[in-house]
């Protein structure tokens, strides 16, 4: 995987954050700070979608169809889309 250069800018208070985080050893520079940033932004944006998908389950009620019936319904939707 290749890398890309980027060029950001920070307020002197928020420099002196990331080199205070770089002190207490939690990081080794600011590039790694950020790139945690980035990493626990993703996850937050994943777990958001889960707790999406939880809760239009939720407001779906419940359904009046078998097991059996929604089982099919899952195997077609997935044959249609080749990942079965």
Known sequence: MGTTRKTIALTEQRDQWIKAQIERGKFT????????LIRRDQDSAKFQ????AIQEGLDSGVSDRTVPQIMEEVETRLKGNGRL
């Not at 520079?29 to 945690?36: G, K, W």
């Not at 979608?49 to 999406?52: A, F, P």
């Open 29 to 36: 520079n600011d590039s790694e700070y950020i790139r945690d």
């Open 49 to 52: 979608t889960l707790k999406d």
